[in-house]
């Protein structure tokens, strides 16, 4: 007898026809959200699994992609949804971006919408939600891209426990460069800014930051270590005048991105030091700003277009081979020097 767990099984222990459980599973169709959560959590309780391939013989595609990100105004986003874009375009999909400024409720509210459209795949930068939530709340059937980073995602762990693939960028990498270079010119005196407290990707390079430190044998003093309320210039510079503020300041601040780094060249300017004599200052992403800025800012290459690529080739294998093993891409980040540092 076949061990497999059917679609009847589930609806029969959630107390739903089956063709209830097909529609919450796969959204096909508007199912009470109490109910829809019932299933999901009884198909994850009994390890159903759906048979994709026969999925796709019964369902009529819709050739739609979805890339859904925190915020499209940041220039870092542009670069990745123009690669995915091209990819997918090349196999007779289109693409549209789904904005969720980083907040959970928005980031449910558009998964659901995305799952209620029948789109054929979501790729998705993981910033407010748990990549365990982003995929309990699109559901277990449609084919997930988590755009991560190495410090939130192991290896493998979408293979184990999402059913998604993952794409991210090994960003200890860039930062360890960042600061054995502040080490090498004789500077020990290093802060960092990172995003919101509860966002993943800041706080993933927060404690890349601490590592390097530790690895370099740097004290780091936590007062010099700030979280910006957002990932922008405004938050960046509200974040540098608290640290440029403190009687004892760091001489050199690294950031979790490069918007937050413009902020910091410009709080720099308000307290009249000089960039990078009195403060040096390192970002994260390499966006075309950072070689416009006075000083060119010294960052952390994080190669967009390449994350674009392989988020999209991810999902297009995806879909060409619906029950193939899960993969995960690691991307290396590199440190470039410019004149802020």
């Not at 959590?41 to 999925?55: F, I, Q």
């Not at 459209?117 to 939530?133: K, Q, Y």
């Not at 440029?244 to 780094?261: E, Q, T, V």
């Not at 030091?273 to 390499?286: C, E, N, Q, R, S």
Request: net charge negative; hydrophobic share 45%; glycine share 8%.
């Amino acid at each position: 007898m076949s061990l497999e767990v059917g679609l009847k099984a589930v609806a029969l222990r959630a107390g739903v026809s089956p063709a209830t459980a097909s529609n919450a599973l796969s959204g096909a169709r508007h199912v009470a959200e109490a109910t829809r959560q019932r299933v999901f959590d009884v198909a994850e309780a009994m390890n159903y699994h759906p048979n994709l391939v026969a999925r796709g013989l019964r369902r009529q595609e819709t050739r739609t992609i979805a890339l859904l990100v925190a915020d499209i105004a940041n220039p870092y986003y542009p670069a990745v949804a123009r690669a995915v874009h091209d990819r997918v375009d090349a196999q007779g999909y289109v693409s549209f971006i789904g904005n969720t400024d980083g907040d959970p409720d928005a980031e449910v509210r558009v998964l659901q919408e995305m799952r209620s459209r029948s789109v054929d795949g979501v790729i998705m930068g993981t910033m407010a939600l748990s990549p365990e939530r982003i995929r309990s709340v699109l559901g277990p059937i449609i084919p997930l891209v988590l755009l991560t980073g190495e410090a939130i995602a192991s290896p493998g762990h979408g293979a184990r426990t999402l059913r998604a693939d993952e794409v991210g960028t090994d960003d200890a990498i860039g930062i360890g460069e960042g600061v054995a270079y502040l080490q090498s010119k004789g500077i020990g005196e290093i802060g960092f800014i990172s995003g919101p407290a509860d966002s993943i990707p800041g706080g993933g390079r927060l404690e890349c930051f601490r590592a390097a430190m530790a690895t370099a044998d740097i004290a780091l003093d936590d007062k010099w270590v700030e979280h910006a309320s957002g990932y922008t210039l405004e938050a960046g510079l509200d974040a540098a005048e608290r640290l440029l503020s403190l009687p004892n300041r760091p001489k050199a601040i690294m950031c979790a991105n490069d918007l937050i780094a413009l902020g910091v060249l410009e709080a720099a300017r308000d307290h009249d030091l000089h960039v990078p004599t009195d403060l040096a200052v390192i970002g994260f992403d390499d966006i075309p700003t950072s070689k416009l800025v006075n000083p060119r800012l010294t960052t952390i290459i994080n190669p967009a277009t390449l994350v674009g690529y392989a988020c999209a080739d991810a999902l297009m294998r995806r879909l060409e081979h619906p029950d193939s093993p899960f993969g995960h891409v690691a991307l290396p980040t590199h440190l470039v020097v410019r004149a802020s540092a």
